[in-house]
């Protein structure tokens, strides 16, 4: 009898906690649609802010942390592969005076294991496009009121 009891209550109770979810996300409709079957929707591909490298103004940053956002085109350039990585031609500790051009930044020569400094970039780091990325001029896919910490 008891055992029939909390059986009979845990029912009831999660009978409540489903109509109770079920009515508060009622009204939200997914991005996707609600027919996952159906061939996604997707914009046309958005072009990429920047022309030619040193000709539009470095992009601002939101917050502190944030690698920097690539302010020009990157179609245009080589491969970033095992064998070469094309941002080096402009951006390497060697070359970045000469092509007036940003250097990668300190945390670049780190060991991300042993965290000594290093003569070159550390090989974690060879693949820029990881963290670093064009802007695009596109709207958000969801409304936000983000403010980033950075004063510009």
Known sequence: MKRTFVYSLSLVVAAVLVVGCAEQF??????????????DKADAPKAYVGGRPGTTKNIARTFSTQPPLIPHEIEKFGDVNLEENSCMDCH???NYQK??????GDSHFIDPVTGKKLAESSA??????QCHVPQVDAPPLVENTFVGNVRN
């Open 124 to 129: 974690a780091r060879w693949n820029c496009m």
């Open 99 to 104: 092509k007036n051009a940003p250097k990668i």
């Open 26 to 39: 009622a009204g939200i409709k997914p991005m996707r649609g609600t027919d996952v079957a159906a061939e």
């Open 92 to 94: 390497a500790a060697a």
